[in-house]
């Protein structure tokens, strides 16, 4: 999900793959991504924020002939969403390119990604450039804990004007998963944290999203999330289609 609307002679070359598992579990197999299918998301409780009563939802929407997908994320009372999120599978790996919003496109490009290990980040290791895009996802579903942390620049192309961001995920092995709407899942976790210097321009970075996503093997996105900075909200996959 996008953290932030505006709002890597004789060379030894060493190619950092995301971790194998056992298992053929991939990333589309939980997030439905590749298939014209969607999903809506209620706030669990009623606490007085920008939360309350909101409902939101999602679709992925694959672009015939091509490795991407498009990913669109807004208000069902009013979809469809000005813009969507660009999405390209490419080797071991889900790639994120930019996003359409407000009549224009953000391209996000990457001067730095590392990938390591467990909660701690360790052992990590530089991932070697696809574009300059952000490697967002390893698209076979890890066996253990996996540590992102991209940093680098978002270009709005009608005006020029770049935001520079960090954007740290952690994604854990499935397990079980219920919400409020259903029980007896499998879900793949994901951990993210986004800083960027939108509105100041100044290169410091500010927290600006920080929450737990559920993702449900067969059902798709935002199963269950639960965000801590800025405003803690909880809410609940309810629907879900193809």
């Known amino acids: ?5 505006l709002v890597l002679a004789a060379v030894v070359c060493v190619v950092v793959s995301p971790p194998a598992t056992a298992a053929t579990e991939t990333y589309a197999d939980f997030s439905m991504a590749g298939v014209h299918s969607g999903g809506q998301f209620w706030a669990e409780d009623s606490n007085q924020h920008d939360q309350n009563g909101w409902r939101n939802q999602w679709t992925w929407s694959p672009q015939e002939g091509t490795a991407e997908s498009r990913l669109a994320w807004g208000d069902p009372a009013t979809w469809p969403p000005d813009g969507s999120e660009r999405f390209i599978q490419s080797g071991g790996w889900m790639l994120l390119d ?8 953000y391209r996000q490009r990457v001067d730095s990604e590392v990938i390591g290990d467990g909660l701690d980040c360790t052992n990590k290791q530089s991932i070697p450039s696809d574009g300059d895009r952000q490697h967002y996802v390893p698209w076979q579903v890890p066996s253990s804990i996996v540590c992102l942390i991209a940093e ?9 004007t770049v935001i520079r961001f960090r954007h740290e995920q952690l994604w854990f092995p499935p397990g079980p998963c219920s919400n409020l709407y259903h029980s007896g899942q499998r ?7 986004w800083l960027d210097d939108n509105q100041h321009h100044d290169g410091l970075l500010r927290e600006k999203l920080r929450r737990d996503q559920f993702i449900a093997k067969g059902k798709g996105l935002a199963f269950r999330i639960v ?14 289609w193809r």
């Open 1 to 5: 999900m996008r953290a932030t609307r």
């Open 98 to 105: 930019g996003w359409s919003d407000n009549g224009t496109y």
């Open 152 to 160: 680098g620049t978002i270009t709005e192309e009608s005006s020029g």
């Open 187 to 193: 879900c793949l976790k994901q951990y993210e944290r």
């Open 227 to 240: 965000q801590y900075a800025p405003t803690p909200w909880t809410a609940n996959g309810r629907y879900y």
